[in-house]
């Protein structure tokens, strides 16, 4: 990552002077944490703040190591404030993200365990988290493809973008059909968003014809990522704006990988009818379903958590956190497994939202301990 | 590890962001620099980037990157709170300029600003999934009057089954008489003339003794055949059509749609009706789920036990639908067979197969129309082994009339710089070349360089009145425009140049370049290889990188060039050879092998270079082969690889192991349609005497009459004369079919004692060959035999039973198991009672039969936790095959119960014994 100081510069100083105060503070910060280097070789010794202040900046990115500092400064910020790592998420548009804050004694942990997806509490999937220890690991085939499904608004996403986190940061690539934009998705689109843009030169085809290119789009897809060893994760393949021939693509770059074409490369699918899917993966592949948490779930994510703070809860603690994050909320299974809610009960997306507030609460007041 | 928040949000109005979180739900994207807070004043970045950093993502590629947009359950969240038209149309004001130009955003803003619900009539496809979205958003709130989502989705499909159709349209003129055979044919609408109205009247008397036979639309290339029926389907089903024809669509350019299983063609009729016709949605769910049963009991390795009355099931359902279709609207259904060339390409006995399938439906679906749309001519001939093959009517589609011509012509010379052209001028064009459109596309390109006088110089003014063939007239046209570009080097590339299919700078410069004399003094691989591009008569862009020889201009110019240029025609195969040699992909392997069948090399060599990935891109090879190839063991053996049929006058001249393998390969495709007489018919085309002591055919012919009602003796004495005469060769593994055989014909002769016998010797050959699926499956013919004749508590059959649930587990096993569902079926009898898995396999794969839950129930040994997992779904209809594989979440928990030990070994055993008694049952059919 570059860091565009023309763009962003002005802003990220005045929050770097503002945040440290005085250029003792800061200068003190480039000591701690830029080690080998005399901090007068970084910024300017006659300059004002502001000055010293763009020479940290411009000195990272001519040393190639900008991502590296913003990434100290979001993981440890003047005074524990969150304005400038939350700043430096914008300006690195999104790719520095504010870590754990040091001060509050949050140890690091395992993608597969954390307790939270993009910041909101992730509690239960215990599947899918074994499956995704083991996926970089998966033999060829059918075990290389992780099928997602579940009704709406029970998490599919969620555990998307925890199979996200936990696949590794260079190789992985996350196609979110959701967030094309409203208009159709076509085969060659797809294609080369699979390959997150990188290529340019997926073959022409005649619009007119789109089944027949989903062939010619396969054969450059699976040729592009043989040797790749990509993780590949595709959400919401269920989408309106998916032509039928991209979504062929879908089941067809499924079926290479089932054919064992694609060695190293993982699939990830949410909301895809995994029946429909070819050769032995209806049965074989990796499955998991979403479904909202619990009490059981709930109650082993407080009791880990807890453990993980270094917090000590009684058993009526827990119990009270657990029957306070179910309070009020009500679902019944259909038959055809859809969770509603029942007469002035809360909807399950409703549901869905208020046990996440509740969660929230539940890791404040364990941290509060 | 990832972000942690430090502090717990309130309700999301309370937050502080909650100004910036209001005005980023209402946007599809927004610009963290210019966020406008839902109340106005001044922004606050720090809350803007809170916001970010908690609620929304960066989006990173198309029109709207560098921008935001808030996540999906956030935004429904936020909405939720907003709740009302007033609180959200406040937010969209407060970002006015922020507001993207996108149908959702467009869809949105209409949505909030009034009470009652839009029309969605006349909607663009792409409103219409601005709208889904919209209204998706939307439903968290308390707004009432939205369009329901389920109709916009319904829409949405119907807007993709007419996408193509609409696109291939475009520019559509002339065709009048082709228009008018169609629509006398399908006879939906009313006709336009008097002339038409009698025509019809006449149709329908001679249909009546014909019984409505298909209308077989075919022409070359180009010739605009799937534009004509697309015109055709617009004009009577598009949008806005009072009364809209149904009809069904089935092009077999969809890689996914295969021809040699007619069944499979199934889910996607079911498909397109659902779309047309919503209010049948539960009837076409329900036949997917039938044809999901049918395919399903489709068994690769065993047809005496496969299940022909799921496909029958399967079948009848569509047949119901269709009629049901028909006799509510009172209306003609348009079946419409594309892109048949795909299925000629498979050869005689998959078109045969389809025309049946066809042929069939016509008799049950008495308003049904069929229209197959192709290259090639379907000729009685191609299917010797048929006694009754389906009659049709032929519809050549001839070139354009003067109508269309001109519009084709206007179209293409629009690019060309070429100034005012006259009517008169274009219609002589036309009939330079019968209105063949390939002899349009080059004519045209002569056109636009040198005038008619150039087109008339190359074809000869005695055109007119000549019977010059219409290829020959494209040769010299084709001769014509290499002749006259500009640039020597150029011409040079596109002759001789152009006997290579694929082209890029590498070829130009390391292939090309010397056999063609081209030096470089004065250009460069890069600037000649650009200059061809434009040369969009001769070549058409694969990608940037790469061009390719048309390959209809190809076949016309190839043979006379192949013939030409012998020698430099072998020079450029042998640097042909060695340049794509070096590459490792599957495109650069298919034109390797393409310069090394052209050279003549041996098919051992071909054999060491295949790659199965390669196939595909060798078809259009296989085309050109069989127009301008010599003989030769190169094209049998791609016909062996791309699976395709040997033509009539190659195979019946074929050596007997290369006649077997078509022959084997042409009765499969029957036996898999049930077409058993046709596939006895195909093999015994030689005598048994002429067949290889192991030839692929015993099987074949061991089966079929196994499977007829007085076929068992023949049966047996086929079995012995195979096995005598595999004593002449070493080929264990067809003995042990032999044997498999042999043990179905003695309990088809209630012969179990030998029968057993029979197994016991089948399992011991199956262990010298130490192949895990022929032991597994021969050992559970062994205890379903020992089970019906009670000697299951013998030592060695209570061994060989633990063995079998230990190799149950085996990946081996479970990969063979769902392509042979008679085996699941008898493995989850036999063994389900100790190998759980088995019977979780079958249940998702084979489901249960109509009528079992009631059985099991009803105490047949089903404890409660059972009962209770088949009590959360809804009893299957009477008569039908419940697959459940609609119903993942019982297979699903009943797994979880298993592997966690919840389910009980009674449960397990009564399940097992559900499969024991369907294992029987199947048998008796099969034999009785």
Known sequence: MALDLTKHGKRLVATIVKEFQTIQAFEAWISQHILNENVANIVGQNGLFNDRAFDLLSWAISKGRDTEVLQMLADDPPNGSPELPNLIYFVTNAEVEPAANKRTGIKPIDPHDDFFVTQRPFANRRNLRDVLKMFDQAQPGADSVLVIDGDRYTGKSYSIRFAAQCAPKDRAVVVDIGRWKSRPLNVKELATWILDYKHQDAPSFDETKEDSAVGPMLTWLTAKLKGTKAWVIIDHCNRSVLTRPAADLIVELAGSIENGLLPGVKLILADIERANLPGVLPYRSHHDRAVLPNEEAVQQWVEALATHLEKTVTKQQVSDFVNGAFDGIKVVITPAGGAVGIGNEPTIDQAAMMLEQRLYKIYDNIRAL | ?928
């Open chain 2, 1 to 928: 590890m990832a972000a942690m928040r430090t502090t717990a949000p309130d309700s999301l109005d309370s937050t502080p962001e909650w100004p910036y979180l209001a005005g980023a739900a209402v946007l599809t994207a927004f610009d963290a620099d210019t966020l406008r807070p839902l109340g106005g004043g001044e922004p606050d970045f720090s809350q803007v980037t809170a916001m970010l950093v908690r609620h929304a993502e960066p989006i990173k590629a198309g029109p709207d990157r560098g921008r935001w947009r808030l996540r999906d359950d956030v935004r429904r969240g936020v909405l939720r709170t907003l709740g009302s038209r007033e609180q959200i149309q406040a937010a969209l004001a407060a970002n006015v300029s922020e507001r993207s130009d996108d149908s959702t955003q467009r869809a949105l803003a209409e949505l909030v600003s009034g009470k009652t619900p839009p029309s969605l009539d006349g909607r663009s496809f792409e409103d219409l999934l601005g709208w889904e979205r919209a209204v998706e958003w939307l439903g968290a709130t308390r707004i009432t009057g939205l369009p329901s989502r389920v109709d916009i989705l319904e829409r949405i499909e119907r807007h993709k089954l007419f996408t193509n159709m609409t696109r291939l349209v475009v520019g559509f003129e002339g065709r009048v008489d082709d228009l008018r055979t169609l629509r006398s044919y399908v006879d939906h609408l009313p006709s336009e003339s008097v002339l038409e109205a009698l025509g019809r009247f006449a149709g329908r008397i001679r249909d009546a003794f014909r019984g409505r036979p298909p209308l077989v639309i075919h022409g070359p290339g180009g010739a605009g055949k799937s534009t004509l029926i697309s015109k055709f389907i617009l004009d009577h089903a598009g949008h806005g059509r009072a009364k809209p024809m149904a009809f069904v669509l089935l092009d077999f350019d969809r890689r996914s749609l295969d021809p040699a299983k007619p069944d499979a063609l199934l889910t996607e009729v079911a498909q397109q009706v659902r779309t047309q016709f919503p209010d049948l949605a539960e009837d076409s769910e329900h036949l997917i789920s039938a044809t999901g049963a049918a395919l399903a009991a489709e068994d690769v390795s065993d047809y005496s036990k496969s299940d022909f009355d799921a496909s029958a099931t399967a079948r009848r359902g569509l047949v119901e639908l269709l009629n049901r279709i028909a006799s509510r609207d009172n209306q003609n259904i348009l079946f419409v067979l594309d892109t048949f060339e795909i299925v000629q390409r498979r050869g005689p006995t998959a078109v045969y197969t389809l025309l049946r399938f066809v042929a069939e439906l016509l008799v049950e679906v008495p308003r049904l129309r069929v229209v197959i749309v192709g290259r090639g001519v379907l000729r009685k001939q191609d299917f010797p082994f048929a006694d009754d093959v389906p009659e049709w009517t032929p519809m050549p589609l001839r070139g354009f009339d003067p109508v269309a011509g001109r519009a084709y012509l206007r179209a293409r010379l629009k690019t060309s710089d070429v100034g005012a052209v006259s009517d008169a001028q274009l219609d002589r064009l036309v009939q330079q070349v019968n209105g063949n459109p390939l002899g349009l596309r080059l004519a045209a390109q002569v056109f636009a360089r040198e005038g008619l006088a150039g087109v008339e110089e190359a074809i000869g003014r005695q055109r007119l009145s000549a019977a010059v063939e219409e290829e020959r007239v494209q040769g010299l046209l084709h001769a014509r425009i290499v002749e006259h570009l500009e640039d020597e080097d150029l011409k040079k590339l596109a002759d001789p140049g152009l006997i290579v299919r694929r082209l890029s700078v590498g070829v130009v410069r390391d292939v090309l370049a010397k056999p063609c004399g081209i030096t470089f003094e004065k250009t460069t691989p890069e600037v000649l290889f650009d200059a061809l591009r434009k040369e969009v008569s001769l070549v058409e862009e694969l990608d940037e990188k790469t061009l390719r020889h048309r390959p209809d201009v190809r076949l016309i110019m190839l043979p006379s060039q192949r013939r030409r240029l012998s020698d430099i025609a072998r020079r450029i195969d042998d640097a042909a050879v060695s340049y794509w040699e070096r590459f490792p992909g599957p495109a650069e392997r298919a034109e390797e092998l393409y310069h090394r069948m052209w050279r003549g090399d041996s098919v051992a060599d071909l054999e060491r270079r295949w790659m199965p990935a390669a196939g595909p891109l060798l078809e259009d090879a296989l085309d050109e082969f069989y127009v301008v190839a010599p003989e030769g063991a190169a094209r049998t053996w791609l016909s062996e690889k791309l699976r395709r049929e040997l033509p009539e006058d190659v195979r019946r001249q074929a050596d007997r192991r290369v006649w077997e393998r078509d022959v084997e390969r042409k009765a499969r495709t029957l036996m898999t349609s049930g077409r058993f007489d046709e596939a006895q018919k195909i093999i015994h085309e030689r005598p048994l005497s002429e067949w290889t002591d192991n030839s692929p055919l015993w099987l074949i012919e061991i089966d079929i009459l196994l499977l007829k009602k007085d076929g068992v003796a023949q049966a047996g004495v086929v079995i012995r004369m195979a096995l005598d005469r595999l004593k002449n060769t070493d080929d264990p593994d067809l003995a042990l079919a032999l044997l498999q055989r042999r043990v179905s014909a003695e309990e088809r002769m209630e012969d179990r004692t030998r029968a057993y016998e029979s197994a016991v010797e089948s399992l011991a050959l199956a262990r010298t060959l130490r192949n895990p699926v022929s032991i597994f499956a021969c050992g559970v013919v062994l205890l379903r035999l020992a089970r019906q004749t009670n000697r299951l508590g013998e030592p060695e059959i209570v061994s060989l039973r633990t063995e079998l649930v230990g190799l149950s587990k085996e990946d081996a096993i479970l990969r063979a198991l769902p392509e042979r569902p008679s085996l699941m079926r008898e493995a989850a009898a036999e063994l389900g009672a100790d190998a759980p898995g088995l019977l979780v396999l079958a249940l998702e794969r084979l489901g249960l039969e109509a009528g079992a839950f009631a059985n099991l129930a009803a105490g047949s040994g089903l404890t409660d936790e059972l009962v209770k997992f088949f009590q959360r779904g809804t009893m299957p209809a009477p008569g039908t095959r419940d697959t459940l594989t609609m119903r993942a979440d019982w297979v699903h928990d009943i797994a979880k119960g298993v592997g966690s030990g919840l389910v009980s070994r009674e449960s397990l055993q009564a399940l097992a014994r559900f499969y024991a008694a369907s294992v029987d049952r199947l048998l008796k059919q099969t034999f009785g």
